[in-house]
C-alpha cells in the first residue's frame, strides 16, 4: 500500500545540526499533513512539527527557532532540519503522513502512516 522511509538520524555533539528525510511511496492519491513526532525513552511521544498540504507549519515550543520543516510535494517528501541540537533533544523521531491512497478495488482510502524511527543521538 503506503510506505514512509525515514533517514537522516546519527550522532552529534550538543550545538550540532542534522537533517532528516522522509519519503512517502506507494499507491497514492494524495497526501495532507506531514510531520515529524519523536519518543525518548520512558516518554510518550511528542509532536515535534507538522506542515500541511499548504505549507501551513507548527512546533512543539521546546523546537522553536531551532527546527525547520518543510516539503517535496512533488517527490512525497518531508524533512526535519534540526539545529542547535540539545541532549534533551534525543530520541526515536517518526515520520508521520495522512495519505489519501487507493485500494486494490479502485476506491481510494484516506489513513495515517508512520515511517519505522531514525535514532537521534545528541552528546559529547
Known amino acids: 500500500q503506503v510506505q514512509l522511509v525515514e533517514s537522516g538520524g546519527g550522532l552529534v555533539q550538543p550545538g550540532g545540526s542534522l537533517r532528516l528525510s522522509c519519503t512517502a511511496s506507494g499507491s497514492i492519491v494524495s497526501i495532507y499533513a506531514m510531520g515529524w513526532y519523536r519518543q525518548a525513552p520512558g516518554k510518550q511521544r511528542e509532536l515535534v512539527g507538522r506542515i500541511t498540504s499548504s505549507s501551513s507549519t507548527n512546533y512543539a515550543d521546546s523546537v522553536k527557532g531551532r527546527f525547520t520543516i518543510s516539503r517535496d510535494y512533488t517527490n512525497n517528501a518531508v524533512y526535519l532540519q534540526m539545529n542547535s541540537l540539545k541532549p534533551e533533544d534525543t530520541a526515536v523521531y517518526y515520520c508521520?503522513?495522512?495519505?489519501?491512497?487507493?485500494?486494490?478495488?479502485?476506491?481510494?482510502?484516506?489513513?495515517?502512516?508512520w515511517g519505522q524511527g531514525t535514532q537521534v543521538t545528541v552528546s559529547s
Open positions: 508521520y503522513a495522512d495519505i489519501m491512497f487507493r485500494l486494490s478495488s479502485g476506491s481510494s482510502h484516506i489513513q495515517g502512516f
